[in-house]
């Protein structure tokens, strides 16, 4: 069954002329409601009028694959990534879900900053009290088991933050570092993030991108809360963050999970990965293992998303 992207675009972005954004904002609402015919004539009914607006091909592309002509679908999607390549629109996971296009090539940096950037104002409020997330007190609670076994104390000198969000991390390891640095592709995330006056600097970047440049063996703790979903290969992150912890240093993160092998994309337009998976490639990249535990960080219609909670060592 097809299944669109999440949506991340505005419904009242201009495309520059009134009549259309008005026949696109019609056409959202058909789409939204089910009325997947109106939706695609109306879409089309707005690119008659601004040929070039992205989201109403995006649009046009997503009522058509929900009325099954595939064809149509992949070609109206293909012209909104033509005309906008950062693809803010999501539209390469559709593209994926109607097989024109490599699952692990779904999700892009700009789909996820604008969806980041369009959240940042809900984030806190709608993934705590709604979704019950819990995955900074997991790892917090978990990297006191990791310390206590290795006989250390609770304290970290450095600490990085990838995905930083809003600052949930930083505010969940309170009192057991030195410094924290936030990496994050939002910059309203970011935003936020500041308020917290808990981060020594924050970094707009992607976390690989970032890694890379950071000098080696200086940090003893590495935190990716959740961010890993939106990752398929897991590789150059692995081995990044690998080259810049000191030895023993910690590298505690979690993802969604499957029972399956390998990476796949979820309904939920966010990527699980396999045990066998994690285990091969922290192994490959010259991690220990100390804790592997299966984890539900947060809920999804009230049941929990299975996920795993891994605290490697350097």
């Known amino acids: 069954m097809y299944v669109a992207a999440m949506s991340v675009v505005p419904t009242l972005r201009s495309s520059g002329d009134l009549l259309a954004d008005r026949r696109y904002a019609y056409a959202d609402a058909a789409l939204a409601g089910g009325d997947h015919a109106a939706a695609a004539d109306l879409a089309e009914q707005t690119l008659e009028l601004a040929p070039l607006f992205a989201p109403a091909h995006a649009l046009l592309g997503r009522a058509l694959a929900r009325l099954g002509r595939r064809d149509a679908a992949v070609a109206a999607l293909s012209r909104a990534l033509e005309l906008e390549p950062d693809d803010a629109l999501g539209v390469r996971i559709d593209l994926a879900r109607l097989d024109a296009l490599a699952p692990d090539q779904a999700v892009g940096a700009g789909y996820v900053r604008a969806l980041f ?3 940042a104002g809900s984030f806190e409020r709608h993934l705590v009290k709604n979704l019950n997330y819990r995955g900074p007190e997991m790892l917090h609670a978990a990297v006191r088991r990791a310390r206590t ?3 250390r104390k609770l304290w970290f000198t450095r600490v990085l933050d990838l995905g930083c969000g809003t600052g949930l991390v ?3 390891f309170e009192g057991t570092y030195g410094t924290i640095e936030g990496i994050d592709l939002s910059p309203r995330m970011l935003a936020r993030a500041r308020r917290a006056r808990l981060y020594k600097r924050l970094h707009e970047a992607d976390l690989v991108a970032f890694l890379t440049q950071e000098p080696e063996a200086s940090a003893d703790l590495v935190i990716a809360a959740d961010v890993f979903v939106y990752m ?6 692995f081995r990044q963050t690998h080259r810049v912890l000191e030895n023993g240093g910690l590298f505690a993160f979690t993802v969604q999970a499957h029972d399956g092998d390998g990476v796949v994309l979820g309904a939920d337009s966010r990527y699980a990965h396999g045990e066998s998976y994690l285990r091969g490639v922290a192994a490959e990249t010259g991690f220990a293992t100390i804790l592997f535990e299966h984890v539900s960080t947060r809920q999804d219609r009230d049941l929990d998303v299975p996920g795993f909670l891994l605290i490697l060592e350097r």
């Open 232 to 237: 398929a290969a897991l590789d150059d992150a």
């Open 117 to 119: 950037d369009d959240y």
């Open 170 to 172: 930083a505010k969940a």
């Open 149 to 151: 076994a290795q006989g």
